[in-house]
């Protein structure tokens, strides 16, 4: 039996096989043919493009009906790529003229293609290089008789092993294929973590060698709370393993029988306890859990795996959607947060040096005003139908703000005039993630209605500390009195102006804060929705004063465990822990 310890990214306990997923990239040697081979090599083509043929048309089949019209057509452009007679007509005739074998040639073309691609001044064709490639890999696996590696393949439930996942990778994946995921790289709140969290399956990041270590078949033990993989368990670490996944099981039990309770202190004091959602179809598991309304939509996911950009009406119906599900609860939709370590294939955003400090969230937005304002109409003429709620990722400060709000005034000013109804006082809120948000909060808080604080980047960017790299994951903590202070004055910021503070981040969502971030005033908790029925556990169980206590003394230690050790211990007391 092997052990791996990682990053705990997603709690719980997951038993079973292991899949390795890699992206597959074909190494293809150069191997000529004799002549009479030709006919054979033209023929095996062939059979692969049919076969390739087919499984798009059966995928696009199971798309439609598992998620839906618009989704199943990306796989057109697919299609198109395959049916494209320029690639196949030159892969013939370069066969012929070379004798080299198909793949070989076919993988050469295709290349060429891409490159010249790339160069051209033409968002569409370079829109096309990830369809190309895409339909590439799959001809050249029928081709080399190969099995496919694709998530909608699976025929029974893997525990997912990789060394990175993207957003869309993840946003692609079926919960009921996948009971687990393990990667050599990654943070806490890298969006695998968080992707794993809106799954409701456990995950461990930032294994590093992972990938080296497991070989598809190997039956795995994740624990997901601690940063464990067993690889091939003895029977005694499985047997002691399936006791504590029936414990684990009944303690969410006992908290889900809380989950239509409010959150409310043993002296009174209410507050609000909102999910974070990715996808709409996160709804029911939301409502599950008793989440007050969605605190963070994080729209981005809404831009990926597929070919174009979302039209105005397709924002608008999925906000429409999302805001009469959760009536009368209110849902943040959140705009655009491209960037960072969420990637979209078909936007033209160049690879850079830093990501995370670089065009990113509200700056590209605001260098593309035409897809901004397409989101923000959607969000208004959404904001009729229910609680709609709007904010900005990434301001850095009150000249974005305002640069932001200017476009969403012209926005109401166009659908104003054309008789469109929208919420005249939609309430608008900047999310605090970047430390300079943070120290000119009395600044931004005149022109907004909330402050939502994103941990997940104000902590990245307070410690410098990459959030998704798991060499300095030990330096990324909630606890740090840098970040313990900076929550608190952003709070007493935003209450001397009069405006509702929330906080949207995982650390909203981390039972070992919640006594510390009530204490300090926060307004509103919002996170990933397994997480509710527990922290409202938390919150049922202290009075308003004790919280503020525990509150002070964390902020008076000078380091994270220090706060981590006294929280822990105050826990204990107030059994809420055991
Ligand atoms: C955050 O940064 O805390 C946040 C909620 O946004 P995201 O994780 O999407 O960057
Ligand atoms: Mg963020």
Not at 207 to 233: C, H, Q, R, S, Y
Request: net charge negative.
């Amino acid at each position: 039996m092997l052990q791996l310890k990682g990053i705990p990214a997603s709690g719980g306990i997951a038993m079973g096989p292991a899949y390795l997923w890699t992206k597959e990239e074909f190494v293809i040697p150069k191997q000529g043919i004799a002549d009479e081979q030709i006919a054979v090599q033209i023929q095996l083509f062939e059979e692969a493009l049919i076969k390739t043929r087919r499984e798009i048309l059966d995928l696009q089949k199971k798309i439609a009906n598992d998620m839906g019209q618009t989704e199943a057509e990306i796989f057109d452009a697919h299609l198109l790529v395959l049916e494209d007679r320029t690639i196949i007509e030159e892969v013939i005739s370069r066969l012929k003229k070379e004798k080299l074998i198909a793949a070989y040639i076919f993988q050469d073309v295709l290349k060429k293609y891409v490159q010249v691609f790339l160069k051209i001044e033409d968002e569409y064709l370079k829109e096309r290089v990830s369809d190309i490639n895409d339909v590439g890999r799959r001809v050249l696996r029928n081709l080399l008789g190969k099995s496919a590696k694709h998530f909608e393949d699976f025929q029974e439930k893997m525990i997912l092993v990789s060394h990175d996942l993207s957003p869309s990778d993840t946003a692609s994946m079926h919960k009921k294929d996948i009971m687990a995921f393990v990667t050599n790289i990654g943070g806490k709140t890298s969006h695998t973590a968080i992707m794993a969290k809106s799954m409701e399956i456990p995950a461990v990041v930032g294994l590093e060698l992972a990938t080296f270590k497991i070989k598809t078949g190997d039956i795995l033990i994740v624990d997901g709370a601690n940063g464990l993989v067993f690889v091939n368990p003895e029977s005694e670490t499985l047997e002691e393993y399936r006791k504590e996944e029936a414990a684990l099981r009944n303690i969410t039990k006992r908290f889900i029988l809380l989950k239509d309770q409010p959150a409310l202190t043993l002296d009174g004091k209410r507050v609000v306890i909102a999910a974070n959602i990715e996808l709409p179809d996160e709804i029911p598991s939301i409502i599950d859990h008793g989440a007050e309304g969605i605190g963070l939509y994080r729209t981005e996911f809404f831009y990926m795996n597929r070919a174009d950009i979302p039209s105005e009406e397709e924002h608008y119906m999925a906000y429409k959607f999302v805001t009469e599900a959760v009536d009368p609860y209110p849902v943040i939709i959140r705009s655009l947060d491209l960037g960072g370590d969420k990637f979209l294939s078909h936007l033209e955003v160049p690879r850079e040096m830093s990501p995370f400090l670089g065009w990113r969230a509200i700056r590209f937005c605001l260098a593309r005003p035409d897809m901004f304002k397409t989101q923000l109409r959607a969000v208004l003429r959404a904001s009729a139908h229910g609680k709609l709620k709007l904010m900005y990722p990434m301001i850095s400060g009150i000249e974005e703000l305002r640069q932001a709000n200017g476009l969403l005034k012209e926005c109401k000013d166009e659908l104003r005039s054309s008789g469109m109804p929208f919420d005249e006082s939609i309430e608008l809120g900047a999310m605090i993630e970047v430390p300079s948000a943070a120290m000119t909060a009395d600044i931004l808080a005149k022109e907004v209605d909330f402050f939502s604080i994103g941990t997940n980047d104000l902590i990245q960017y307070s410690i410098a500390v990459d959030r998704s790299n798991e060499k300095v994951a030990y330096l990324y903590e909630p606890a740090h009195p840098g970040i313990l202070r900076l929550i608190k004055s952003i709070i007493d910021i935003g209450h001397k102006a009069k405006i509702w503070v929330g906080m949207c981040g995982e650390m909203a969502g981390d039972p070992l804060f919640t006594l510390i971030l009530l204490g300090l005033g926060l307004d509103e908790f919002s996170m990933p929705s397994i997480m509710i029925p527990e922290i409202k556990h938390i919150i049922r169980s202290v009075t308003l004063p004790q919280a503020q206590e525990i509150a002070d003394g964390a902020l008076s230690f000078s380091t994270a465990k220090e706060v981590g050790d006294f929280v822990h211990q105050k826990m204990i007391e107030l059994r809420i822990l055991q």
